[in-house]
């Protein structure tokens, strides 16, 4: 599967992104889909994964009741929608797509990556 992640920009505190993560070649359904961050200096982190069947969510701390996953099967894309944004959720965002069954936080299980996409979040 091929993944691109778009949707990336520069917004102020409080405010809102939607991000996508458009997928070709096979349906994302049938993997496990999840969102990492990379804020500048770090490594990279988890933020939220979803299960094949979709039922099954996991988050982070630091953004559960201000981030939500969800993806259209028919568009064959996954989103990330943040609201609330605070300065420290400036990042580069990555999805990922992960061929194992178990629901995983850990970047090192996932398969396929898109190439990114930065947002921004001035105080």
């Excluded at 405010?15 to 770090?42: D, E, H, N, V």
């Excluded at 979803?50 to 559960?64: E, H, I, P």
């Excluded at 099967?73 to 990922?96: H, I």
């Amino acid at each position: 599967v091929q993944l691109q992640a778009s949707g990336g920009g520069l917004v102020q505190t409080g405010g809102s992104l939607r991000l996508s993560c458009a997928a070709s070649g096979r349906t994302i359904s049938t993997y496990i889909m999840g969102w990492f961050r990379q804020a500048p200096g770090k490594e990279r982190e988890f933020v939220v994964a979803m299960s094949r069947t979709g039922f099954t969510t996991k988050y982070t701390d630091s953004v559960k009741g201000r981030f939500t996953i969800s993806r259209d099967n028919a568009k064959n894309t996954l989103y990330l929608q943040m609201n609330s944004l605070k300065p420290e959720d400036t990042a580069v965002y990555y999805c990922a797509a992960d061929r194992n069954q178990a629901l995983t936080t850990s970047l090192h299980d996932y398969d396929y990556w898109g190439q990114g996409t930065l947002v921004t979040v001035s105080s």
